[in-house]
């Protein structure tokens, strides 16, 4: 199979592949998102804001639950920086992948920040159709495309609070995990099957017994489990 190789045709794949289900996935999920800030008592700017700077819903669902219950700003902060460190190991694994050499300190951050959970594994499934050095050009085009439905979700979702029922909120939100679980499934390899298979099969028991700390668990344990299957399983087939 020949690499897409024209800047043009990888704008447009990156594009296509966006509106396929992530952009308007994310644009539902964030709808919700900007329905509960509206109800906790933010400003519609203060919500673009987030979505835009924490890029990350478990963070910025703890922004808006620490908030309603009082908590200092850097209460929140920690929180939130603690909610997205799940960032790090991704950003460290997925960057090199772009093959870009002797770039800064500012633009490798600036590509971080835009980095998710739905464009790191729609780019992971992704980039083996694209040469290597026009996978940085998917990679920006097909997170902006995704970050603009996002705020463009997030402000709509806050006007229009008053005419979204509480469940429809909650399963609003429910849609990007559900979403990044089926892309997920579809990558190569056995180390990302086996994590989701093994983290669903322990986060019922993890949230009945230690319900604060049940995804910490879930993240672990499954992640660790499928690391190790993984490469036993590899290296036995390799035999």
Same mark, same amino acid.
């Given at each position: 199979?020949?690499?897409?190789?024209?800047?043009?045709?990888?704008?447009?794949? +990156? =594009? &296509?592949?966006?509106? $396929? #289900?992530?952009?308007?996935?994310?644009?539902?999920?964030?709808?919700? /998102?900007?329905?509960? *800030?509206?109800?906790?008592?933010?400003?519609?700017?203060?919500?673009?804001?987030?979505?835009?700077?924490?890029?990350?819903?478990?963070?910025?669902?703890?922004?808006?639950?620490?908030?309603?219950?009082?908590?200092?700003?850097? +209460? =929140? &902060?920690?929180?939130? $920086? #603690?909610?997205?460190?799940?960032?790090?190991?991704?950003?460290?694994? /997925?960057?090199?992948? *772009?093959?870009?050499?002797?770039?800064?300190?500012?633009?490798?951050?600036?590509?971080?920040?835009?980095?998710?959970?739905?464009?790191?594994?729609?780019?992971?499934?992704?980039?083996?159709?694209?040469?290597?050095?026009?996978?940085?050009?998917?990679?920006?085009?097909?997170?902006?495309?995704?970050?603009?439905?996002?705020?463009?979700?997030?402000?709509?979702?806050?006007?229009?609070?008053?005419?979204?029922?509480?469940?429809?909120?909650?399963?609003?939100?429910?849609?990007?995990?559900?979403?990044?679980?089926?892309?997920?499934?579809?990558?190569?390899?056995?180390?990302?099957?086996?994590?989701?298979?093994?983290?669903?099969?322990?986060?019922?028991?993890?949230?009945?017994?230690?319900?604060?700390?049940?995804?910490?668990?879930?993240?672990?344990?499954?992640?660790?489990?499928?690391?190790?299957?993984?490469?036993?399983?590899?290296?036995?087939?390799?035999?």
């Amino acid at each position: 199979m020949s690499l897409i190789g024209d800047r043009t045709q990888v704008v447009r794949k +990156a =594009i &296509v592949d966006s509106l $396929s #289900l992530p952009a308007f996935i994310l644009f539902f999920t964030m709808m919700g /998102f900007g329905s509960l *800030m509206q109800n906790a008592g933010f400003g519609a700017d203060m919500a673009a804001v987030a979505t835009l700077l924490i890029w990350g819903l478990p963070g910025q669902l703890a922004m808006v639950e620490l908030s309603a219950t009082g908590q200092g700003v850097i +209460a =929140i &902060v920690f929180a939130c $920086s #603690l909610a997205n460190a799940r960032f790090m190991p991704m950003v460290v694994a /997925f960057l090199p992948a *772009m093959a870009r050499a002797g770039v800064s300190l500012p633009r490798q951050l600036l590509d971080a920040q835009m980095l998710s959970i739905n464009s790191w594994a729609m780019c992971l499934r992704e980039f083996p159709k694209v040469e290597p050095e026009y996978r940085h050009l998917y990679y920006v085009t097909f997170a902006s495309s995704i970050l603009a439905a996002a705020v463009i979700g997030t402000l709509l979702g806050y006007y229009g609070a008053v005419i979204l029922p509480a469940v429809l909120v909650l399963g609003l939100i429910f849609t990007s995990p559900l979403f990044f679980a089926l892309v997920l499934s579809s990558t190569p390899g056995y180390a990302e099957r086996l994590s989701m298979l093994t983290g669903c099969a322990i986060v019922p028991l993890a949230h009945h017994y230690l319900p604060s700390v049940d995804l910490l668990i879930t993240g672990l344990a499954g992640g660790s489990f499928g690391f190790v299957a993984a490469r036993f399983w590899g290296t036995a087939d390799d035999d």
